[in-house]
């Protein structure tokens, strides 16, 4: 079991403590804050919630989670550390001598929106392991983690970083020269200027942009980004056409970028009364599921098309731990339910019944052998029957599995039996007898399977039969 230190509990330390404890790790926290504990709390309970919904397998077991009473004790022995304490270049330097002192070999990333890892690194003997780590809000769904390691950093420690991040499922972006900001917060502080002038000069309320953003490009952003959007835009000459068409638009005063609206009382005002009546009536807890359950929405319909974040996903869920596939009878689905899973009722569709069950099957004939290459040679199994039988209410964030028993498997013909039961008592949602028969995909007819497959096949329904029997 691997150990992450945590530096900071605020609501990126939270985020970064849920996205290594969701995913095995052990995690170490320390923060002086005496509500450091609940605060992580509540941010772990929307991501328990939240982050298993985005796979179609589940995740590891958690690791152990540890609020210590000093920094020594949270980074001794860890194999990765990430500070996120407040934007204060005097705290973090005090931070990393007190890390130094106790831990000076584990790679140590800081969640600074806005520093370079230059000014990070000053004075800092192991200064060549610490680099910019800056991730997005919430730290447990989006996957973006800015890698910022800027000039002398321990080359090894970089590629250890990124080897971490990605294992826990994020996407570390490696910024090769140093900047202000980094990438991603430079846009988006382009487009907070000019929202403040649109709200200063009475063009616009926080709803009337925040419609225009949600409505229009920050649909286009999320699957496709700026570049690739605009070559689109350009049509048949591609980005060359764009550019072409829409550069001389740049020399336009349409936006004011350079410039930023002081902050006056009666600004902060006007902005603060805006956002109330937009909004006011959520809680932040509401506003964080609202917000949650969108993001995996999308994410997950991304992952279907196999697509930016999606394609994202699919990868790290390899690597996820595969349900057991030796047991009598054999675990073929391990999973949570998915927000979009459910319907007007509140509770799972039951087309998804069919895709559960679809899903138990693919994992019966791959153990068997029907893989990507035995479809690829024109062979494969379809179903042409079954029975379902709906017992009980399945809900968003239950966790469940899938048993299955071979209760027949001879010739073309293959007959399975899986009962879907939760997690946490046992309790069955569904069960299902499934009737399937191995096809040419050349001639779209019945035909007998390989010969190891039907043996694997054969051998298989002779255990569950035993196991069955007695």
Partial sequence: MKKAAIIGGGVIGGGWVARFLLNGWDVAVYDPDPEAERKIGEVLTQARWALPMLYDRALPSEGQLTFVHSLAEAVMGADYIQESVPERLDLKHKVYAEIEEANSKAPLGSSTSGFKPSELRAGIESGGRLFVAHPFNPVYLLPLIEVVPGEDADSSAIVQARETLASVGLYPLEVKKEIDAHIADRFLEAVWREALWLVKDDIATTQEIDDAIRYGFGLRWAQMGLFETYRIAGGEGGMAHFIAQFGPCLEWPWTKLMDVPELTDELIRKIGDQSDAQSGHLSIRQLERLRDTNLISIMRALKARGNAAGALISQHE???????????????????I??????????????????????????????????????????????????????????????????????????????????????SDGQVYSTCTQFLLHVSLETRKTCPPRDDVAQHMANLAAAHAKAEHG
Avoid at 318 to 336: F, G, Y
Avoid at 354 to 381: F, K, P, T
């Fill in 318 to 336: 390899e690597t996820l731990p595969r349900p057991d596939h030796s047991a009598v009878p054999m675990i073929t689905i391990r999973r949570v």
């Fill in 338 to 423: 998915p927000i979009d899973w459910t319907d007007y009722n509140g509770h799972m569709n039951e087309s998804r019944y069919g895709q559960v069950y679809s899903d138990a099957a693919d994992a019966v004939i791959e153990a068997c052998g029907v893989n990507a290459d035995y479809v690829a040679s024109g062979l494969s199994y379809f179903t042409v029957e079954n029975n379902i039988k709906y017992l009980a209410e399945a809900h968003a964030g239950d966790t469940c599995h899938v048993a299955t028993r071979i209760l027949l498997a001879e010739g073309k013909k293959l007959k399975l039996h899986h009962e879907m039961r939760r997690d």
